[in-house]
């Protein structure tokens, strides 16, 4: 089943065998989110610009609980267990709620320690649980920054995209190694994230990560990993390497791309350059000195330790954007990308 929110302030469901709506869950304002509980389908959560928090039950079409928050409602997520959820909204404001037995109850406040000087650019624009965490989650807001949080401990930050009007949500990716994420100059952009980090043990401290890399992708708004696609890619990169590794050697191309003149080869660039001219990273293995860039536009300490590490070998990412095209960008050898 799929749920979709709307600015004709409705929910609807859906089958994804089917073209009709199964059932339609009204509101006073512009649905801006919405989630299935992780683990009972039968109810969602949703948020609205009417500044409401609500749980729902789809069986009865009705209400199970509301909170008013007296702010619109941006962002909203369960946690895996279904336990809790935790609601952004345009002021900033990251709440965490009690959802056990399907009711909402006020736990907490968490700080993201949002400067005062983007006061006008706030809002919370989406979360993600990192995979195989209950507590650590990926927030991601218009001020152009993207935050880890650990229960209500602010671990890191991140930076380097833009995202000041849009409903740009980050997600993770390889098992939580990396971080990806739309922005709106047209670009998608990857961090790496260490699962390791702590709160600074001092205060108002968190540490911030600029150094990424990034691909170009026209109107881009979306911007997800496949799932388990590097693992099935790792499997068959296995196999095939030597074939791909002496395709680039003798005929300049791999993939069923076009041959490729020497000085048409795109170079792996660091930081805030992109992958290459439409795609992904090269594969760890045919990173040589004559392929990589000369030089970067920034430098950040620890450059050397930013090429591709095997994770990221045959990392799909799906994205899409403004001109309704679904696009796939694949991390394996050439960059090859597919139009839907």
């Avoid at 009204?26 to 801006?32: A, E, G, K, P, R």
């Avoid at 907490?108 to 400067?115: F, N, R, T």
Wanted: net charge positive; glycine share 6%.
């Amino acid at each position: 089943y799929l749920l979709s929110s709307s600015m004709d302030k409705t929910v609807r469901l859906w089958h994804m065998s089917s073209t009709y709506c199964l059932k339609s869950f009204s509101h006073s304002d512009y649905v801006t989110c919405i989630q299935f509980n992780p683990v009972d389908d039968r109810y969602f959560i949703s948020g609205s610009l009417d500044e409401k928090v609500r749980i729902w039950s789809i069986p009865k079409r009705e209400i199970v609980d509301w909170v008013d928050l007296h702010e619109m409602i941006t962002a909203a997520c369960y946690s895996p267990d279904g336990q809790s959820a935790l609601i952004g909204s345009h002021k900033g404001n990251c709440h965490v709620y009690d959802t056990s037995d399907n009711m909402l109850c006020y736990k907490k406040q968490i700080d993201l320690q949002l400067k005062k000087k983007r006061s006008s650019q706030k809002k919370i624009t989406g979360f993600q649980f990192i995979p195989g965490s209950s507590s650590k989650v990926i927030v991601t807001s218009a001020d152009s920054r993207i935050r880890v949080v650990d229960g209500f401990e602010l671990l890191h930050k991140f930076k380097g995209f833009q995202n000041t009007s849009s409903q740009i949500s980050a997600c993770s990716a390889a098992n939580g190694r990396y971080i990806i994420s739309a922005s709106e100059d047209s670009r998608v952009y990857i961090w790496r994230y260490s699962d390791d980090s702590k709160p600074s043990r001092k205060k108002n401290i968190v540490p911030v990560t600029n150094t990424h890399e990034n691909f170009r992708c026209e109107r881009v708004t979306v911007a997800v990993a496949w799932p388990c696609a590097g693992a099935r890619m790792t499997n068959r990169a296995i196999s095939r390497k030597q074939d791909n590794l002496d395709s680039v050697a003798g005929n300049g191309h791999v993939l069923g791309s076009e041959p490729a003149k020497e000085d048409e080869i795109p170079a792996v660039q660091d930081q805030s350059n992109n992958l290459c001219n439409n795609g992904a990273t090269w594969p760890e293995e045919l990173m040589t000195k004559t392929k990589q860039s000369p030089k970067s536009n920034t430098t950040h300490p620890g450059d050397v330790d930013q090429a591709p590490s095997p994770p990221a070998w045959g990392l799909v990412i799906v994205t899409a954007g403004h001109d309704g095209q679904i696009r796939t960008y694949q991390n394996f050898g050439f960059p090859s990308i597919t139009s839907i």
